[in-house]
């Protein structure tokens, strides 16, 4: 889709969009109630109303008002119902900070302070260059356009494509180095295999039920199932969330211990 | 007229584009380039001084026969001829940029434009205006755009160096602008 086209055609037969931009006729934009309309002919992007407002207040482009500037561009982003569009939106959020930053206290006498209006103020003279260079384009491209070429454009006559020269052999061959190197797939079966977690509880009362002490290894030996050693997992941390027995590990990496809670001496 | 020259207005007359000067060289093996050039002259000569309504131009690293402008508005009421498309300013924009900055991506043209560039790359690129010459170093290794001799014929022009170097420009380059604000320019206002 072209860009320069409106996005709600309803509107074109209240609007005029080719008019100069005037905040009276914006004013009028707003009051119609429509989700979103984008009206880009008169701006080409946030750099061009950003250079449009700093000409129009009359200001020095290497001395920004950017409180002012920030406030204006906001209210005419949000005039123009472009306040939802991702480029003014972004370039809204960064007039905002360098305001921020313009606010901290600073040393006059320190030499590193960089002003935070320096990137925007070579964005923008970059910007203002290109559209200079755009005006030389616009102008050489209206002079040719305004001479006639020979139109009289030849046929390219394709020579017939060549029939394809292919043998049987060539394409066994063919096979037979593919499948030389193909592998056999690795297939797994997965078999589903339900937590236990009410047994490894029964397990771990058992221990605990001997000794106020356990570690790990003494509810999970070594050897078990990875679904043994989840069900285990579960069961400590379930356990631990009843208040049956307490898990601490003293160090990184260091074994768990499993310790009876006191108040439930009684089992 | 020499017959060299008047073998080069048949040539020039057949084609719709410019031809290159190598391709004009093919037409006579005999002829030096500089039989070639003087008869290129001598053709541009005698339709700017014996009151032709074409004129002989270089265009593009080439030559072509075009109408002069002052028939444009006759011939176009007539219907013979359409005029091209005018480009869009988006388009115009990211051209410019191209023109300049190349090879350059993407992500650099957005920056200096400050919007997303995505479609009016891809309608450049349709209209063979600029095309990709080559990769960036770097995470992705991003496409980079140049522009394309359709690019000079669009707009009239024998080389890139025609257009005006970037200290000719009201604005200076990137390179030659001081990259911090100067803290003694005096506020307008």
Not at chain 1, 224 to 250: I, K, N, T, Y
Not at chain 2, 32 to 60: C, F, I, M
Not at chain 2, 113 to 139: F, H, N, P, T
Not at chain 2, 147 to 159: D, G, K, N, S, W
Request: aromatic share 4%; net charge negative; with cysteine.
């Amino acid at each position: 889709m072209d860009i320069d086209t409106l996005v709600e055609p309803a509107l074109t037969g209240q609007l005029d969009f080719d008019a100069p931009v005037e905040p009276r006729r914006l004013e009028v934009a707003s009051d119609v109630v429509t989700p979103f309309v984008i009206e880009l002919s008169h701006f080409s992007g946030p750099l061009d109303l950003l250079l449009s407002l700093i000409r129009d207040e009359q200001v020095d482009i290497y001395d920004i008002p950017i409180a002012r500037i920030a406030e204006q561009f906001l209210a005419r982003i949000h005039v123009m119902q472009l306040d939802q569009a991702a480029d003014y939106l972004e370039m809204a959020a960064r007039l905002l900070r360098i305001k921020a930053q313009m606010l901290l206290p600073r040393n006059e006498l320190d030499d590193a302070w960089e002003d935070p209006r320096a990137e925007l103020v070579r964005r923008l003279l970059e910007y203002q260059q290109m559209r200079e260079v755009v005006d030389v384009l616009e102008r050489l491209g209206e002079e040719r356009r305004g001479r006639f070429a020979r139109a009289y454009v030849p046929q390219q006559i394709a020579p017939p494509t060549a029939p394809l020269a292919l043998s049987l052999s060539e394409l066994l061959a063919a096979i037979d180095r593919v499948l030389r190197v193909a592998r056999e797939p690795i297939i797994h079966d997965v078999i589903a295999r339900p937590l236990d977690v009410d047994g490894a509880i029964a397990t771990v009362r058992a221990v605990l039920a001997l000794r106020a002490t356990a570690c790990w290894r003494d509810v999970c030996p070594p050897t078990s199932q990875p679904w043994q050693v989840l069900s285990a997992l579960l069961a400590l941390l379930e356990l631990a969330r009843r208040g049956e027995l307490r898990l601490a590990q003293l160090a990184p990496f260091a074994s768990v211990l499993i310790s009876r809670e006191s108040s439930s001496q009684a089992a | 007229m020499n017959p060299l020259a008047r073998l080069l207005e048949a040539a020039l007359f057949a084609s719709a584009r410019p031809i290159p000067l190598d391709e004009l060289a093919s037409l006579d093996p005999d002829a030096s380039p500089a039989a070639l050039q003087s008869a290129l002259d001598e053709l541009r000569e005698t339709y700017d001084t014996a009151g032709h309504g074409v004129e002989l131009v270089e265009v593009g690293g080439g030559w072509q026969i075009l109408t002069r402008a002052e028939y444009t508005e006759a011939i176009e009421r007539a219907q013979l001829a359409a005029r091209p498309h005018r480009l869009s300013g988006a388009s115009l924009e990211t051209l410019a940029i191209i023109a300049y900055r190349q090879p350059i991506g993407r992500a650099e043209i957005e920056e200096i434009r400050g919007v997303a560039v995505g479609s009016v790359l891809k309608s450049l690129l349709e209209r063979g205006l600029i095309d990709v010459v080559g990769r960036a170093e770097g995470i992705g290794r991003p496409l980079l755009y140049g522009t394309t001799p359709i690019f000079l014929e669009h707009f009239a022009l024998r080389h890139l160096e025609e257009l005006p170097r970037g200290d000719e420009l009201a604005i200076a380059l990137r390179s030659t602008t001081p990259t911090e604000p100067a803290p003694e320019a005096a506020p307008t206002s």
